[in-house]
């Protein structure tokens, strides 16, 4: 079946520490997406790449890094600048340029503080 | 300012009754609004898509309906089971020309009891 593989599902981060979270899809969409959520508010756009090799900064992408080197991977680095990490982390993907299809989200990583 | 307003915060309901979810927009431009369900613990899952000629769309017992001239969308839920439980997110979309962004609301939470 077609989605998106998010990994791992729980992290935790020392003080200083970078950290990577994974996201992969095979559902051969071009444009794919991070966002943070966290309690009582709305999912928040942290960067996005509409194709391989190229993303823009979100509303929140202080203290986040990502790349885009394949179609189906587009990993998100938390970075010790990021003060505030602990949220839950979406991955989703979508068609590019199709406004009216969905957004397909993985399930998810939870990244905690030590 | 793009906003996404949803109401009730939260909502607790006996198995087999029906409900409804309210979201009040101020997003421009409109291109469409979305709704989508997540359980806890895991990623969105569109549940429908209304563009702004749509008054109406359903989904086996979700029915979403959009007031475009008064900005109001709701989602009725027919004779809810246990398995609703979770949390809903009104999204609206604005595009112009080839870009687009998404506004969350910051999601309504339903509880059914049996």
């Known amino acids: 079946d077609g989605g998106i593989t998010q990994s791992p599902k729980y992290l935790f981060r020392k003080e200083g520490q970078n950290v990577t979270l994974s996201c992969e899809q095979n559902?051969?969409?071009?444009?794919m997406y991070w966002y943070r959520q966290d309690p009582g508010q709305g999912l928040r756009l942290i960067y996005y790449?509409?194709?391989?090799?190229?993303?823009q900064k979100g509303d929140i992408a202080e203290g986040y890094s990502v790349s885009r080197e394949k179609k189906e991977s587009f990993p998100l680095t938390v970075t010790s600048a990021q003060k505030n990490p602990t949220a839950f982390y979406l991955c989703a993907s979508s068609t590019r340029g199709r406004r009216n299809q969905p957004q397909h989200f993985g399930d998810g990583t939870r990244l905690s503080i030590l | 300012k793009n906003q996404v307003e949803q109401s009730p915060q939260s909502l607790i309901i006996l198995e087999g009754k029906n409900c409804t979810l309210q979201?009040?927009?101020?997003?421009?431009?409109?291109?469409?609004l979305r709704w989508y369900k997540q359980d806890t613990g895991r990623g969105p899952v569109s549940l429908t898509i209304m563009t702004f000629s749509e008054n109406t769309k359903s989904n086996g017992r979700y029915t979403a309906t959009l007031d475009a001239d008064t900005k109001q969308s709701s989602l009725h839920i027919t004779a809810s089971q246990l398995s609703d439980s979770a949390s809903y997110i009104c999204?609206?979309?604005?595009?112009?020309?080839?870009?687009?962004?998404?506004?969350f609301g910051q999601g309504t939470t339903l509880q059914v009891k049996p």
């Open positions: 979201c009040n927009y101020t997003v421009s431009p409109f291109s469409n």
């Open positions: 999204v609206v979309s604005a595009f112009s020309g080839n870009t687009g962004k998404l506004i």
């Open positions: 790449s509409q194709i391989v090799n190229d993303f």
């Open positions: 559902l051969n969409h071009d444009a």
